[in-house]
């Protein structure tokens, strides 16, 4: 009687623990439907097309080759179609404003000599040898794709990468971070890259 009670408890706490060895599979986070993705995207587009007039103030750096340009920038949104972009030293120094307005734009260098175009963007390039893509740089600040139809978001719905091919000239945009305390949410940190030429973005203060 003894040998069969040694025999059967081991034999017992063998199947008791085979029992207990169960496979749980841990549950995934349920992924968005395309509908819901599309919804939340459609949303926050909206949000943003609503800001008419803001102001966002941080760095800007420009990367060409073995040439870096840096600046602190404001720009001024004052309507749809206006606005306003300085570039300014590190101790506040004037090295470019442009004013746009109307369908007209004016260029003042730091030598406070004016300069008049109806296209900034060639304007700009002409004066100071930089490819700034303004004619879309409004949309794609805030977090629009702007006139890009190839674009990438993240889990958030918000922009990650877009593409745009401006006249042969193909820019990716890369956006880094975002603002989360603002409401729509907005860019913090962005680069924008055509060929070797490379633009770098931080946004350290929105005002809506």
Same mark, same amino acid.
Do not use: C, V
């Given at each position: 009687m003894k040998t069969m009670l040694r025999c059967t408890l081991p034999l017992l706490m063998t199947l008791t623990l085979v029992g207990c060895q169960t496979t749980t599979s841990t549950p995934q986070p349920a992924q968005p439907t395309v509908e819901v993705a599309q919804g939340a995207w459609f949303t926050h587009q909206e949000n943003l097309e609503q800001l008419q007039t803001y102001q966002a103030r941080g760095k800007f750096a420009y990367i060409s080759g073995s040439r870096i340009d840096t600046a602190n920038f404001a720009w001024l949104q004052k309507s749809a179609t206006d606005y306003r972009l300085l570039l300014t030293t590190s101790f506040g120094n004037k090295i470019v404003e442009l004013n746009v307005s109307a369908g007209q734009t004016q260029l003042t260098d730091d030598n406070n000599r004016l300069y008049l175009s109806d296209n900034p963007q060639k304007l700009v390039s002409? $004066?100071?040898?930089?490819? !700034?893509? #303004?004619?879309? $740089?409004?949309?794609?600040? !805030?977090? #629009?794709?702007?006139?890009?139809?190839?674009?990438?978001?993240?889990?958030?719905?918000?922009?990650?990468q877009l593409t745009y091919n401006d006249n042969g000239a193909l820019w990716q945009v890369n956006y880094r971070s975002y603002h989360t305390e603002t409401f729509p949410v907005l860019p913090k940190e962005m680069e924008l890259t055509l060929k070797q030429d490379k633009i770098k973005i931080k946004v350290n203060q929105w005002d809506l």
């Open positions: 002409e $004066l100071t040898g930089m490819q !700034i893509p #303004l004619d879309n $740089l409004r949309a794609w600040l !805030i977090g #629009l794709p702007g006139h890009s139809k190839t674009y990438k978001l993240n889990t958030d719905f918000q922009l990650e």
